[in-house]
């Protein structure tokens, strides 16, 4: 009976930890790709500072999320988003459009790729 119990409250618990995982690294996407959105804007319309101030904002916030998403996805996708959104901060400190704009879609593609595997549904079931 001890053991029994002891079983069902590590299950519970690793439920609840895949759970909370799979929300945070959830919101931590839709907010890379909204932020994402926000610098394309900004670097088609030439603000190269504004977009520089955000590209910081989406390193802070990967960089808070890290312990948590690093131990719930592959590290090879977690380092994708943090090595792009650094070579972003490079690009639209030194306002290159071209290099700055490949960036933002290739972090975004990248957040939105790890949307599509992590979110529940049959498809990811099966």
């Given amino acids: 009976m001890k053991n029994t119990l002891i079983t069902i409250i590590i299950f519970s618990s690793l439920v609840c ?13 839709e907010d ?8 394309e804007i900004l670097i088609n319309d030439g603000d190269f500072n504004e977009a520089y101030e955000n590209s910081i ?21 977690f380092d994708n988003l943090q090595d792009e959104s650094l070579q972003l901060s490079i690009y639209t400190s030194c306002s290159d459009t071209t290099e700055s704009l490949i960036s933002v879609g290739t972090l975004k593609n990248a957040a939105l790729n ?13």
Avoid at 60 to 69: G, Q, R, T, V, Y
């Fill in 114 to 126: 790890l949307i599509g595997l992590h979110k529940t549904n049959i498809k990811n079931i099966f």
């Fill in 32 to 39: 890379v790709v909204t932020i994402c959105d926000d610098i």
């Fill in 17 to 29: 930890f895949v759970y909370y995982a799979n929300y945070t690294l959830l919101n931590l996407c």
């Fill in 57 to 77: 904002i989406l390193i802070d916030l990967i960089e808070k999320n890290s312990l948590l998403a690093s131990v719930y996805i592959d590290h090879n996708d």
